[in-house]
């Protein structure tokens, strides 16, 4: 455990990190992730302590704190101009009641009225 008890703080935080997340991954079954996490995992850890090593412990918490940053950022945005509620009553009111699954004329007006709204495409794949 000293390999640990050495570690500077981004880190270790960055190695609880991929930790959770090669948890994650071999409790579903995806091993092959696992593995490629791991060694991923591994080297930040590497690369983060090296930097701690030679004084740049700072760039080092630069690198650790950008992704949550992002993430929040992207959150307050979404949340601040009303991106899910919009979402959300598109779905809604397009699909309650209009839909039925041999009525492919319903669906493609609803598309046009989603696509008029300016609402995001809530997926590209599906079959209704």
Not at 77 to 98: C, N, P, T, W, Y
């Amino acid at each position: 455990m000293r390999f640990i008890d050495a570690l500077c703080p981004p880190s270790l935080l960055y190695l609880l990190y991929s930790v959770v997340h090669v948890g994650l991954d071999l409790s579903q079954g995806l091993f092959a992730t696992a593995a490629i996490k791991t060694v991923m995992g591994l080297a930040g850890v590497v690369v983060l302590d090296t930097l701690c090593g030679i004084e740049l412990g700072v760039v080092s918490w630069a690198i650790i704190t950008t992704p949550f940053l992002m993430m929040a950022l992207a959150t307050s945005i979404s949340l601040g101009l009303g991106i899910d509620r919009m979402v959300s009553k598109a779905v809604k009111e397009g699909f309650q009641g209009h839909l039925t699954g041999d009525n492919l004329k319903n669906r493609d007006v609803l598309v046009t009225q989603l696509k008029q709204q300016d609402a995001l495409p809530i997926s590209t794949a599906s079959s209704y």
